[in-house]
């Protein structure tokens, strides 16, 4: 009896069906041979080169991921906009995004998003919010993050998910990490508890990190640190006032530079919580400012931010928070201690911005 199927039965089978296109972490293989992947800030696959370092692939898109123009020289690959799979069968041309199909030549989805009651405010059937240049389409499930690599050349690197689809994501470490690799491993989805922790860090995505990317640009422009918070539900953060520019004073001979801000001061008035069981994050940005041989802008928590976070915990706030340093491009995370430093461009990618 002919199987008509080519996806069944056996991995050897699978192979053969697809061309033995097998992807890894650089591009694929495929008839014994490496293929890699080079890339633009979204993720989208603009060449494809050979082992010689001959571009085998060209790639071109219109705004909302429609092939301008492809060349292809040698073998054949289904990944393109978005490092998403193309679908060009019975010539619909839709992009496999894993929770729904995508045509981007309407630049919509035939199918609603399973998130669309958390963005009520967007049309079900949107792409990326409308602003494919801007942002990048998750796949709807919550990523799970760790750090990964060797003594300066760590980054972070996506080790798995919760098979949930709540718009979060997750930084983790130690034995969190250890599980959640090792459910990836066996193929499950990793089912144990994300809550906040010294292991767990929550990232924010959607609008709660384009406000935090939009405090980040204002205190670019000023020189001011910027912060702000959101309470859980709150699809928007509220942005505290700017604080003052940075000082210098001298301390037992010492000279101090500074920049602050009041934390949860919002107009003029302090909306700092007595009960902050519901509070979901809090955050604030070091500025690139210099003052005669002092130089400010890292990410490394003041003493004063620790105890403000002290300060909440004792309130009932079971989360971390995060510094964004200005000058050297990195973010802190910390409770009463420092957990962890990642770049900024890692902490985007966590949260959905770019790929």
């Known amino acids: 009896m002919t199987d008509s199927n080519p996806y069944r039965h056996t991995k050897k089978r699978l192979m053969k069906a697809v061309g033995a296109h097998m992807p890894c972490s650089c591009g694929y293989m495929q008839d ?23 571009p085998v692939e060209v790639n071109s898109y219109y705004p909302y991921g429609g092939l301008m123009a492809a060349t292809t020289t040698e073998g054949s690959q289904p990944y393109k906009y978005s490092t998403k799979e193309l679908d060009r069968e019975n010539g619909l041309d839709l992009y496999d995004s894993k929770t729904r199909m995508y045509d981007p030549t309407i630049g919509r989805t035939p199918t609603q998003d399973p998130m669309a009651e958390k963005y009520y405010s967007l049309s079900p059937y949107a792409w990326c919010a409308g602003n494919p240049i801007r942002l990048v389409d998750l796949d709807g499930k919550d990523p799970i993050y760790a750090k990964k690599g060797f003594l300066f050349w760590k980054h972070v690197e996506l080790i798995g998910d919760d098979g949930k689809q709540s718009s979060n994501s997750y930084l983790v470490r130690g034995n969190v990490q250890k599980n959640v690799e090792a459910a990836t491993k066996n193929g499950e989805k990793y089912n144990g508890d994300l809550s906040e922790s010294n292991d767990v860090i929550l990232i924010p995505t959607g609008q709660l990190l384009n406000d935090v990317i939009q405090s980040v640009n204002d205190t670019k422009a000023s020189g001011k640190e910027n912060g702000g918070h959101a309470y859980s539900g709150d699809n928007n953060a509220t942005r505290w006032d700017e604080g003052s520019y940075a000082t210098q004073e001298i301390q037992e001979n010492a000279t101090i530079t500074k920049a ?3 934390p949860f001061v919002v107009g003029g008035n302090n909306v700092e919580p007595k009960d ?13 400012v210099t003052i005669g041989e002092a130089t400010l802008g890292n990410s490394i928590p003041s003493e004063n931010d620790k105890n403000f976070q002290t300060k909440m915990q004792s309130r009932g706030y079971t989360g971390n928070t995060f510094v964004i340093g200005a000058g050297s491009n990195t973010v802190t995370f910390f409770n009463k201690r420092t957990l962890m430093t990642v770049s900024w461009k890692d902490f985007l990618k966590m949260g959905g911005y770019i790929k």
């Open 32 to 54: 014994g041979g490496l293929y890699f992947y080079i890339k633009d800030y979204q993720g989208n696959v603009r060449v494809v080169l050979n082992q010689a370092n001959q």
């Open 260 to 262: 602050s801000l009041s």
């Open 276 to 288: 902050s069981s519901n509070l979901k994050i809090w955050w604030h940005v070091h500025p690139k």
